[in-house]
């Protein structure tokens, strides 16, 4: 839960803070596993976020939720 709900903050535009790029929430993901989260769900999670990307699932679950283009904005 804990990866889940701090993936969803960081990508998620907020009152007080707009959401971060793809690329820097991976770079605090990868900085923090084996700290924050645990290593088996963030490499689980990850391979599921690229399978995605790459296209090659069909379920495009994460990047529906991250919304139209977010992983196009890489700045």
């Known amino acids: 839960m804990s990866l889940a709900d701090s993936f969803d903050a960081m990508t998620t535009d907020r009152p007080y803070k707009t959401r971060r790029s793809l690329d820097s929430v991976v770079a605090d993901l990868r900085r923090n596993t084996g700290k924050q989260f645990d290593c088996e769900v ?34």
């Open 42 to 75: 963030v490499a689980a999670f990850c391979r599921a976020l690229l399978k995605e990307i790459n296209g090659q699932s069909k379920e495009r679950r994460i990047l529906k939720m991250l919304g139209k283009n977010y992983v196009e904005l890489r700045k």
